[in-house]
């Protein structure tokens, strides 16, 4: 393989290509993608042995080279991106003094030596972070027979937030920034958070982490708001002049050191710990039976994590059980214990059921049964013929089923997603096991990783319901 510092450009209709190690940019399960200005990074995280871990690939589509481009691969990728760019265009024009003479063609493709990846840029590192963290965000799995300890939603958000506005990320998303998109429905949590921060209610391993990301997030609430002109008037309610003054304390609060903690706390902190590194072990009698009434006959499917919310469903292959005997249909989707919702509150869920050699399926909705732990249906059968899948989807405007070879090799994919997930789970109880007996260690105060794939824990990961180490 190729060293992913050699950057390969290419121009492909529209977009011009940038592919470290000749690994061309792909978006898929393995594969995030963080939107930039004008185009797209695609960040490997080692799910898979086709794109290595820390791997940054993209792409974009505009006139001029955006300058993320720049702050990610080097100037000299600028230059090799602009000449491309200038071929195309003289290509496309064609030669003004000689019609006779040949039409340039832009060459298809150039490598440029570089140090991106050796020595990666302060914001190379926060990009791909990012790009982690957004993964994370949409597709942790959740299975049931053997769980993996799930990271807080909100501090996964607010960690995100603060990555956007580090390093020189905020000139790599254009107008409007990236902040208000990752904080959307988790803001409210901020104020919270940084109360129960200074209440010394966070432990050795991230209060220290938690007051950076809690300080970039707040003063980001507070920007471009007038401190003098929060007093309350006939335009401003009291009660949101009195949130605004409280970002304004709850920032400067949290700016002061962080009070030292005697070793008392640090044990009492340890034995929290030991709990963390039980979260997600399975208990012997937690395996999922099949459901009641699937018969002997029920087969099995998969859920495609793409067309579902993260956390609702359980995600172990073959989650799914269904029957379709004498003229009746039987489903049955297990629910994650991490959906923790009233029925009312879950999203709408549906199967669609597809038979061989139709294009169009027969849908069925999905409803809680009395245990509150499976989604069931069971309804009459209008068609005849053999079922092909049973795609589960809880999520809006989904995307078309996979059938087939493209289904199969999605379970792959899903397994081996899940497997990276545990992985990084584990990293995280190692890095409990050697942080507690130490007093002053934990999380650096920077989000920034010192690598591309150092595999440092979120701290989403160490605080919150997920790891018993709770705020």
Not at 29 to 45: F, K, T
Not at 113 to 123: D, E
Request: charged content about 25%.
């Amino acid at each position: 393989m190729a060293s992913l510092d050699d950057v390969a450009l290419r121009l492909d209709d529209g977009e011009l290509l940038i592919a470290p190690g000749g690994i061309e940019p792909r978006e898929d399960l393995m594969h995030p993608s963080l939107p930039v200005d004008g185009g797209r990074l695609c960040a490997g995280l080692g799910i898979d042995r086709d794109v290595p871990a820390g791997y940054l690939g993209g792409g974009f589509d505009t006139d001029e080279v955006p300058l993320w481009v720049e702050l990610v691969y080097g100037h000299e990728v600028v230059t090799a991106a602009r000449d491309l760019l200038a071929a195309r265009r003289a290509g496309s024009r064609g030669p003004a003094s000689d019609p006779a003479a040949p039409i340039a063609v832009p060459p298809p493709a150039v490598t440029v030596a570089t140090t991106w990846f050796s020595r990666p840029s302060p914001t190379a590192r926060c990009l791909h972070r990012m790009a982690e963290g957004l993964w994370m965000r949409r597709y942790w799995p959740s299975p049931v027979g053997s769980p993996i300890a799930r990271p807080d939603r909100d501090l996964l958000a607010v960690e995100l937030a603060s990555l956007s506005l580090r390093a020189e990320a905020p000139e790599c998303f254009g107008p409007g920034g990236l902040t208000g998109v990752l904080l959307d429905g988790h803001a409210a949590a901020v104020p919270e958070l940084a109360r129960r921060v200074l209440e010394g209610r966070a432990d050795e391993t991230s209060q220290r982490r938690l007051r950076v990301i809690l300080r970039d997030v707040l003063a980001w609430l507070c920007e471009g708001q007038d401190l003098e002109a929060a007093e309350p008037d006939a335009d401003r309610e009291r009660g949101d002049a009195d949130e605004l003054l409280e970002l304004y304390s709850l920032h400067d609060d949290l700016a002061r050191p962080a009070p030292s903690r005697g070793w008392e706390q640090v044990l009492e902190e340890i034995g929290r710990a030991d709990v963390a590194l039980a979260a997600g072990a399975p208990a012997e009698d937690e395996a999922p039976g099949p459901p009641a009434g699937a018969g002997a006959g029920a087969s099995r499917d998969s859920v495609d994590w793409e067309v579902n919310a993260p956390g609702l469903l359980d995600t172990d292959t073959g989650a799914v059980v269904w029957s379709a005997d004498d003229g009746e249909l039987r489903v049955t989707a297990p629910l994650a214990p991490s959906a923790g919702k009233a029925p009312a509150a879950l999203p709408h869920a549906y199967a669609r059921v597809y038979f061989e050699g139709e294009d169009l399926p027969a849908l069925v909705d999905l409803h809680p049964d009395a245990s509150g732990r499976l989604l069931t249906a069971r309804e009459a059968l209008e068609r005849s013929g053999r079922v092909e899948c049973v795609d589960v989807v809880s999520v809006p405007r989904p995307m078309p089923a996979l059938r087939g070879p493209e289904r199969a090799a999605m379970v792959g994919d899903q397994e081996a997603a899940t497997e990276w997930a545990r992985r990084r789970a584990e990293d995280v109880y190692d890095f409990l096991e050697e942080t507690f007996p130490y007093e002053g260690r934990g999380l650096p105060d920077d989000p920034v990783p010192e690598g591309l794939a150092g595999g440092e824990p979120w701290v989403g990961q160490l605080v919150g319901p997920s790891g018993d180490l709770s705020l």
